[in-house]
Each structure stands twice: as C-alpha cells, then as structure tokens.
C-alpha cells in the first residue's frame, strides 16, 4: 500500500502566500516523478507544477515566477510554495507521485486526497 498525505491548505488574503505538503508512505521502492494539479470549480482538474526525479521542473504561464515546486527526497516529500495568490488560485490542490511499489512491482500514479486552498479576502 501506497499512501500520500496532504497538508497546508487553508484560507489566505490575495497577494499571500501558503506552502502545501505531501508526503508518501508504504511500501515503495522509488519515486520518479512529482507534481501538483488544482481543480477550481466548474473547471477540469490542471497540472501546474511538476518535478522530475532529478530536479526538473515545469510550470504553466498561469503560476510562473508565482509558485516553486520542491522535493525532498530523503523524506519522499514534494513542496509547493505559493506566492502572490490570486482569487483565481482557489481550488482543491491534489499532489501526485509517479511510485515503483512493492507489491506487483509496477510504477504507478498515486493521488493525495486534496487539499482546499482558498484565496479571499
């Protein structure tokens, strides 16, 4: 079993900032890939930060020089740090990794729960 845990959302004025966590758990042998997408309502779930095993990292036009995406790879734990928040950053942010698990031994995209970010002031 595989398990990714969220924390950090909350609520926040425009132009502050927040830092989400998520952190993986179980029975793992690697982490490749890591990443954040969001789902505002009435909208499709986006990726808007991604981070490769090796540091690489991609962002959309919609979060550039706002949000930085990090990762801890002794704690099997991805960062996002965002700054500047906008109304249009409330959503429900979703961390993911891409995890060669245990059983089957298969790699595989894990979810987080999600996490509420709201921006208002």
């Known amino acids: 079993q595989v398990h990714l845990a969220e924390s950090g959302g909350g609520l926040v004025q425009p132009g502050g900032s927040l830092r989400l966590s998520c952190a993986a758990s179980?029975?793992?042998?690697?982490?490749?890939?890591m990443g954040w997408y969001r789902q505002r309502p009435g909208r499709q779930r986006e990726l808007i930060a991604h981070?490769?095993?090796?540091?690489?990292?991609y962002y959309p036009g919609s979060v550039q020089g706002r949000f930085t995406i990090s990762r801890d790879n002794a704690k099997n734990t991805v960062f996002l740090e965002m700054n500047s928040l906008e109304v249009a950053d409330t959503a429900v942010y979703y961390c993911?990794?891409?995890?060669?698990?245990?059983?089957?031994?298969?790699?595989?995209?894990?979810w987080g729960q999600g996490t509420q970010v709201t921006v208002s002031s």
């Open positions: 981070i490769t095993s090796s540091g690489s990292t």
């Open positions: 993911y990794s891409h995890i060669l698990a245990v059983a089957g031994g298969r790699w595989n995209d894990y």
């Open positions: 179980g029975s793992f042998s690697s982490i490749n890939n």
